[in-house]
């Protein structure tokens, strides 16, 4: 077998054939990666060659070609291009064995060689999470393990919380040419827990674009909790009210129990109970006090209470009887009127109405102005009051009396008793 595979180099030995090739020249390889169960191209190539053969060996030293010729048996492996220049080989269905340093080698005197690494990868397999515990009870401690195997190189472990990643504990093992990659994540679970899903992701250079994982969803069991709502913000009497006792919990409470005033509900016939809903079908005095809403699951029980205070309602004030409209002494006003008034709208007699503040305020802001105006007329006439001197008694200023001034005054002196006058 041996000499069969080297037999086309001891057929140049033996013949005494001198090999005359281009003593600078080198073969030129290029390393090559490719994930287990692919197809891996070993190209080897020379730029100046004087018809010297080449060869591909594989890790075992063992030829796979030499020039076009196939040298070992393996349906695997088959040539792509031989030439002078060139020798090109493809392996199909690469397995971990396949793994290691090929060598090209040029038959000059002496041989010339160049080494190519042929680096295969194991897709790791799809992880698996461990330790979840269904259902877990709020407060307890648990640990997720997250385990991927037969990764080549090791592979890389990432956990996420919903769509936020998180850190574990990483661990890897060599078992061979592969590993197994482990990751921990302890932590201690409440109800915010519950429904949150848990991914543990694989990443490895041969899953570039898609990586593996794996999605547990966590189940936490709790106690409940309730709460009370109301329909209405200030109850009145003979409104309609309804109680709803929201409660939360894993497991959900089935149903809830009312209490008032820690005893029974009174009068069931108003005080209807449906589901976790009390409804009161008309509001008064009786239903005040403290109602209770009680959930229980087989972890624990919750209360809620809820004050009740009915208020009066609302007294509408008596419409005013309208100022124009006589009713005769002894008489009842019209039906049409009673009616309009008091049961249509409250507003409409004012809007149809004349606006007596604005007449009022007119009337007061007349009234004003006219005592204004005696009052400045008074003033004036007082301070005018007494006796005056006409044109005819112009130059007598200086006269003792009347009459004197009169009759010395300027003009005519025969009519000085006709020009006499006084002002009151």
Known sequence: MILKQHFPFIFYIVCGIVLKGSQGQFPITHNVTVAEGGTADMTCRVDHNDNTSLQWSNPAQQTLFFGDKKALRDNRIELVRASWQELAIRISEVALTDEGQYTCSLFTMPVKTAKAFLTVLRVPEKPEIAGFTKPAKEGDQITLTCVTSGSKPAADIRWFRNEKEIQGAKEVNASGKTFTVSSTLRLQVDRDDDGVAYTCRVEHVALSSSPQQTTEVLEVHYPPFVDITSSLTFPEE?????????????????????????????????????????????????????????????????????????????????????????????????????????????????????????????VAVVVFITLCLIIVLGRYLARHKGTYLTHEAKGAEDAPDADTAIINAEGNQAHAAEKKEYFI
Not at 255 to 279: A, C, F, N, Q
């Open 238 to 362: 003979g409104e309609y009210l309804k109680l709803e006792c929201v409660s939360k919990g894993n497991p959900l409470p089935d149903s809830v129990l009312w209490t008032k005033d820690g005893g029974e509900l009174p009068d069931i016939d108003r005080m209807i109970v449906e589901g976790r809903e009390l409804t009161f079908t008309s509001l008064n005095k009786t239903d005040n006090g403290t109602y209770r809403c009680e959930a229980s699951n087989h972890l624990g029980t919750s209360r809620a209470e809820y004050m009740l205070f009915v208020y009066d309602p609302p007294k509408m004030p008596p419409h005013p009887a309208s100022p124009f409209q006589l009713v005769p002494l002894g008489t009842s006003p019209p039906k049409a009127a009673v009616t309009t008034g008091f049961l249509g709208d409250p507003n409409a007699l004012q809007q149809k109405g004349p606006d007596h503040a604005l007449i009022g305020g007119v």
